[in-house]
């Protein structure tokens, strides 16, 4: 392939180190990249996500890789709507990195030595009601902004704590100032946190393969499509925040060989603040069944109580 492509991103430092990765790796395997940055409406306002929407950060981006703008757009998978947009194929899942969320608290505390009536920022209802449920008495306040304005508010004593997804501090080279890599028992991550999605043209067969054949790995793939597959059914049935995680694990099948197993835990949190928890295994091969089966089982035990407004992230 001779032609020069053109890799769409978001200005933020955090997708401008994203693209930065996926263009190393393309150049890596011989091809010409050039990066365009492509202004969205959500890095234009600092309204709550909840209130401008989802897709804020990415319709912009699909808009300019599907009129030719550009060849090649990278978001953050947990950014993108579920539903998926038939002008674009989603030609890669690059490996993902840890999909944990982190503290970074003032004083080097972990979230268990926060004092009572501590001010921890999140912008996330999905963090919020897991924050609350810990029963800490912590005083969640919201926040929003880039990774390094939230991470300033508690260096410039504003805020005792924010919570954010490790992927994302990692990316820029900060894991220094994280005080707490948080367990998913404690704070389940956004369906596909840590992921990346790299999305061509549908009828781009060259770029499409290429992406793939340089890129796509077929665990985290897996992983993503289980948590998204989850949150799509569940969204169709509720608008309470959902947090998913899944872990590819070994098994033995029935003749004793090793398999691939896709193991997906699940929550919700309803208005009222209770949380619904589920799991799941099933195979590798069958992510998004599984992921429609854990959403059934969980809008069966939360019923009428996930009704909290839409939140994502
Ligand atoms: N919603 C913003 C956003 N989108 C992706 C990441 C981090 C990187 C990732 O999850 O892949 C973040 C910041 C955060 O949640 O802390």
Do not use: W
């Not at 955090?14 to 011989?30: M, N, P």
């Not at 709507?81 to 993902?96: K, Q």
């Not at 929003?144 to 508010?153: K, L, P």
């Amino acid at each position: 392939m001779n032609r020069t492509l053109r890799i769409g991103t978001r200005g933020s430092a955090l997708a401008l180190a994203q693209t930065g990765h996926v263009a190393d790796a393309l150049r890596a395997a011989g091809a010409e990249i050039e990066i365009v940055t492509v202004s969205t409406p959500g890095d234009r306002s600092s309204a709550p996500i909840a209130e401008i929407g989802i897709g804020v950060f990415t319709s912009a981006l699909r808009d300019a890789l599907a009129d030719g703008e550009v060849d090649i757009a990278v978001h953050s998978y947990k950014d993108l709507p579920t539903a998926p947009d038939p002008r674009l194929s989603l030609a890669a899942v690059p490996p993902r990195e840890d999909p944990r969320d982190a503290l970074v608290a003032r004083d080097g505390l972990t979230l268990g030595e926060l004092p009572a009536g501590a001010k921890v920022g999140t912008g996330s209802p999905r963090r919020a009601a897991q924050l609350e449920a810990l029963g800490l008495g912590l005083d969640v306040v919201p926040l929003r902004g880039n990774v390094d304005s939230r991470i300033r508010r508690v260096a410039d004593g504003e805020l005792d704590a924010v919570v954010l997804a490790r992927a994302g501090i990692f990316r820029l080279g900060r894991t220094a100032e994280i005080t707490e890599t948080l367990e998913p028992i404690q704070m389940l991550p956004a369906p596909a946190q840590g992921a990346l999605a790299v999305e061509c043209r549908v009828d781009d067969v060259d770029t499409e393969h290429l992406l793939q054949s340089t890129l796509d790995d077929s665990a985290s793939r897996a992983a993503v499509a289980a948590e998204r597959a989850m949150l799509a059914a569940l969204e169709a049935g509720c608008s309470a925040p959902v947090g998913a995680l899944a872990d590819v694990v070994e098994d033995l099948d029935d003749n004793g060989a090793v398999v691939l197993r896709l193991s997906l835990r699940g929550v919700v949190a309803a208005a009222d603040g209770d949380l619904f928890r589920a799991s799941a295994t099933g195979d590798l091969t069958a992510a998004e069944e599984l992921g429609r089966a854990l959403a059934a089982e969980l809008l069966d035990l939360s019923g009428s109580a996930a009704v909290r407004p839409a939140g994502r992230s």
